[in-house]
């Protein structure tokens, strides 16, 4: 199945693309995601996960917030992005 990513803000430099495809298993969750693009981005683990693996990230399916444990489904849109903070 096909999901296809976005990535937002600082996400977007670290990968160097806005968006992309990835072809992957049924079943897979958004953790499993992640860790696909770690693999693919290597700079995502240094830059981005070093701490805490889920403490930096925002991740919406289809325009919703979801946990690291959703399951996903044939071309979601998965888009990462940065917590927002303000005052």
Do not use: C, T, W
Request: net charge negative; charged share 35%.
């Amino acid at each position: 199945m096909k999901i296809r990513v976005r990535y937002f803000a600082r996400f977007r430099s670290v990968a160097g693309v806005s968006e992309e495809e990835y072809e992957v298993p049924e079943g897979i969750k958004v953790k499993d995601l992640i860790d696909l693009i770690q693999k693919k981005h290597p700079k995502f683990k240094e830059e981005i996960f070093e701490q805490n693996e889920d403490a930096d990230v925002n991740v919406s399916r289809n325009g919703k917030y979801v946990d690291f444990g959703e399951e996903l489904e044939d071309g979601d849109i998965v888009a990462l992005f940065p917590p927002v903070s303000g005052g």
